[in-house]
C-alpha cells in the first residue's frame, strides 16, 4: 500500500487513495494535520510525536524539537542555520559540519540527526494511515519545497528510509498542490486548461510555481521560492517585538531561558492565528509573569506592519516568477493558495492587488493541499484506481542554468534555466592540448558567461586518456532526474565505456535567483568583455603549449612561456600582441595560424 505524505516544516500531513478517491488521514487526536514535533520526556520509554509533543513542549523546550526541516541536508556553517540555531529553543551541536540536535534523556545526552527526527515524524504518520487502512503501508510519496537540493533530498529519503518506507518519488510541494488542485476541477479533468500561480507559503518555506493544469497533467513552466521563510518567520518577528516591549516596559529579559521563550513563540503563534479572524488579539503574560498582569494587545494592522518585509518578500518571489515566465499578472487565469501561512488576510489581499480581477483560490483545504496530491501520484506510481483520473503528469524545471566551464573559463549551458525535468544533454567537446590524459569537467549553476562567476557545483575528471593529438573527442552528458540528482559522465569518442560521478546541485533562494539574473543583466557587457580576454589568453596558451616545437626561433617561443605565466591577468590587446609575436616566431609555419585555431567552432576542455 502506498501513501503521500506533506512532510512540513511544523506540521505534517498523510493522504491515501481508497476505493478510488483520495482520503486525508485524522492522527490520533482526530485531528487532520500532525505537528512535525518530537519530544523526549523523562519516564517516557520512547519519544513523544505530533500533538503530545506539542503540548508539554513549553515545559519541555531544551528537550522538543520542532522546524527541524530548516536543519536537515544543510552544512552547520550555513548562515540560514546559525540563524535558526539563535531561535530555537533546544541544542544543535556540529558533528562533521552537519547539525546535529542534542537533548536529554533518561540522565543521558542523545545526540540525533535531522534525519533521525525527522523520521520518527514520518514513522507516526505511516502508523495513522496503517490504522485507518488495517493493513501495513510499505512505499510513499514524500513532498519537499521546490528548491531543496540534492542533499536536502537524499536526506529527506534517508529519514524515509528510515521510517520503514520506500520512497517511490520525491515531489515538489508546489507540484502536489497544482496535482490536487487538476483533479478537483472538473472541466480540467475533460480537457480545459488554466494557467496558475501556486502560492504555497507553509510553516516554514514559501514556493512560488507558474504552471499549465490540464487534469492531472502539471507543466511547470517556473520555479521561485525561499527555502527559510514561512509562518514560523512571522511568529518569531511578532515573539522579538513582544519581547522588546517586555524589556522596554517591565525590565524583563526572557531570551535567557529557553521554556519561556517557546511560551511566548507559543503565545504570538496563537495571535497570529487569532487575527485571521479577529481584528485585534490579545497576548497574555501572564504565563510568564505569574506575579503579574499583563497583556500585549497586537491588531492586525501592527501584526502586518511587523510582518512587513516578510509579506514583501513573498512578493519579491511572485515577481521574479512573473518575470522568468516572460508573463505579465494579466496571463496568469487563477493564483492558488496553499499552506496554512496563506490564512493570514493579507496574503489575498496583496495578492489580489497584484493580479486584479484573477480568482484568488483554495479550492483545496491549504493544509491539505500537498498531501492531497501526494496520494494522487503515489497511487498513480502503484497502479492503484482513482476516480477521474487516467494518468498523472507532473513535469518540473530547473531554476538555474548549468552548463560547464570551457576555452580557458568561459560558461557553455548545457541545461537552460527553466528547462523542463527529467533532462538529459550530450556535447561533444575536444581536448585542447597534445597528449592531454586527463579533461576536468568542471560543472556550474547560473547566468553569466564567465564561468567562475556563476555558482560552482563540483567537477569530474576523466582520467587516462589515449596519447593523441589536441582535438581529442569527448562526450559530456549532464542529466537531471526527477528529485534534483545531476550526473555528470564523458567517454572518449568511439568508445563506449562511460565515466561519471553525482553532483549535488546547490541550493538557490528566489532571491539567489534574482540576484543572478539581475547581474546577469548589469554585467552582461562586462562579461562579454571578460570572455573576450579569456578566449584570447586561452588562444594564446593552446599555441605555446601545442606549438612549441614547431618554433623557428625558439628563444623567442621561451620568453613568452615566460610572459605568459607570469602575465594570466593581462588584458585582451596584450594576449592578442603575444600571438603576433607567437605566430612570427613560428616563421613560415605561422602562416597556417588561423587555419589551426578554430576555437570559434569548438569547445574545448
Known amino acids: 500500500m502506498s501513501i503521500g505524505i506533506d512532510l512540513g516544516t511544523t506540521y505534517s500531513c498523510v493522504a491515501v487513495v481508497v476505493n478510488g478517491k483520495v482520503e486525508i488521514i485524522a492522527n490520533d487526536f482526530g485531528k487532520r494535520i500532525t505537528p512535525s514535533c518530537v519530544a523526549f520526556v523523562d519516564g517516557e520509554n520512547e519519544p513523544l510525536v505530533g ?23 544543510r552544512s552547520y556553517q550555513d548562515p540560514c542555520v546559525q540563524s535558526d540555531i539563535a531561535n530555537l529553543t533546544y541544542s544543535v551541536v556540529n558533528v562533521d559540519d552537519q547539525p546535529q540536535v542534542q537533548v536529554l534523556h533518561g540522565g543521558k545526552e542523545l545526540t540525533l540527526t535531522p534525519e533521525k527526527v525527522s523520521s520518527m515524524v514520518l514513522l507516526k504518520v505511516k502508523k495513522f494511515a496503517e490504522a485507518f487502512l488495517g493493513k ?6 514524500i513532498t519537499v519545497p521546490a528548491y531543496f537540493s540534492a542533499r536536502q533530498r537524499d536526506a529527506t529519503r534517508e529519514a524515509g528510509k528510515l521510517a520503514g518506507l520506500e520512497v517511490l518519488r520525491l515531489l515538489p510541494e508546489p507540484s502536489a498542490a497544482a496535482l490536487a488542485y487538476g483533479h478537483e476541477r472538473t472541466d480540467l479533468l475533460q480537457g480545459a486548461t488554466t494557467t496558475v500561480l501556486i502560492y504555497d507559503l507553509g510553516g516554514g518555506t514559501f514556493d512560488v510555481t507558474l504552471a499549465v493544469i490540464q487534469g492531472t497533467e502539471v507543466t511547470v513552466r517556473v520555479i521561485e521560492g525561499d527555502n ?21 516596559s517591565l525590565g524583563v529579559d526572557v531570551a535567557d531561558e529557553p521554556s519561556k521563550v517557546r511560551r511566548l513563540l507559543s503565545l504570538c503563534e496563537r495571535a497570529k492565528r487569532d487575527l485571521t ?61 496553499v499552506g496554512g501561512s496563506t490564512r493570514m488576510p493579507a496574503v489575498p489581499r496583496l495578492l489580489a492587488d497584484l493580479f486584479p480581477g484573477k480568482m484568488i483560490r483554495r479550492t483545496v483545504n491549504p493544509d491539505e493541499a500537498v498531501a ?55 556535447t561533444r567537446m575536444t581536448t585542447a592540448f597534445k597528449n592531454q590524459r586527463a579533461v576536468s569537467i568542471m560543472v556550474y549553476q547560473g547566468e553569466r558567461q564567465v564561468a567562475n ?33 545531476l550526473q555528470v559522465k564523458a567517454r572518449v569518442e568511439g568508445s563506449a565505456l562511460w565515466e561519471g ?58 620568453i ?28 613560415k609555419r605561422g602562416y597556417h595560424f588561423e587555419e589551426y585555431d578554430t576555437y570559434k567552432t569548438k569547445r574545448f576542455f
Not at 555558482?455 to 528529485?483: H, W
Open 277 to 337: 479572524a479577529l481584528t485585534k488579539a490579545e497576548i497574555d503574560l501572564e504565563s510568564l509573569l505569574p506575579d503579574r498582569e499583563q497583556v500585549v494587545k497586537l491588531s492586525r494592522a501592527k501584526f502586518e506592519n511587523l510582518c512587513q518585509d516578510l509579506l514583501q518578500k513573498t512578493l519579491t518571489c511572485v515577481k521574479a516568477a512573473l518575470a522568468s515566465a516572460e508573463m505579465t499578472p494579466a496571463e496568469v487565469d487563477e493564483v492558488i493558495l
Open 453 to 485: 562567476r556563476n555558482m560552482f557545483i563540483g567537477k569530474y575528471t576523466l582520467q587516462n586518456l589515449p596519447p593523441a593529438p589536441e582535438g581529442l573527442g569527448v562526450i559530456m552528458s549532464l542529466s537531471l532526474d526527477q528529485d534534483g540528482v
Open 560 to 587: 613568452l612561456e615566460d610572459w605568459f605565466e607570469r602575465n594570466q591577468n593581462a588584458s585582451l590587446a596584450d594576449f592578442e600582441a603575444k600571438r603576433d609575436e607567437a605566430k612570427s616566431a613560428l616563421g
Open 136 to 141: 501495513p503501508v510499505q512505499k510513499a510519496v
Open 51 to 73: 500533538d503530545a509533543a506539542l503540548s508539554q513542549a513549553t515545559r519541555n523546550a531544551t528537550n522538543t524539537i520542532q522546524e527541524v526541516k530548516r536543519l536537515i541536508g
Open 501 to 558: 560521478c553525482f553532483l549535488e546541485l546547490r541550493e538557490c533562494t528566489a532571491s539567489e535567483v534574482e540576484v543572478h539574473a539581475e547581474l546577469a543583466a548589469r554585467c552582461q557587457h562586462d562579461d562579454e568583455a571578460e570572455a573576450r580576454r579569456l578566449k584570447a589568453r586561452f588562444r594564446l596558451q593552446k599555441v605555446l603549449v601545442n606549438r612549441k616545437e614547431e618554433a623557428v626561433d625558439a628563444a623567442a617561443f621561451q
Open 228 to 248: 527559510h521563510l514561512g509562518g514560523h518567520d512571522f511568529d518569531v518577528c511578532v515573539m522579538k517585538w513582544v519581547a522588546e516591549e517586555m524589556r522596554s
Open 372 to 426: 492531497h496530491g501526494a496520494a494522487l501520484m503515489a497511487a498513480q506510481l502503484t497502479g492503484a484506481r482513482v476516480a477521474d483520473l487516467t494518468a498523472v503528469v507532473v513535469q518540473d524545471v530547473t531554476p538555474l542554468s548549468i552548463g560547464i566551464d570551457v576555452n580557458g573559463g568561459t560558461f557553455y549551458t548545457v541545461l537552460a534555466k527553466n528547462t523542463a525535468i527529467p533532462a538529459q544533454k550530450s
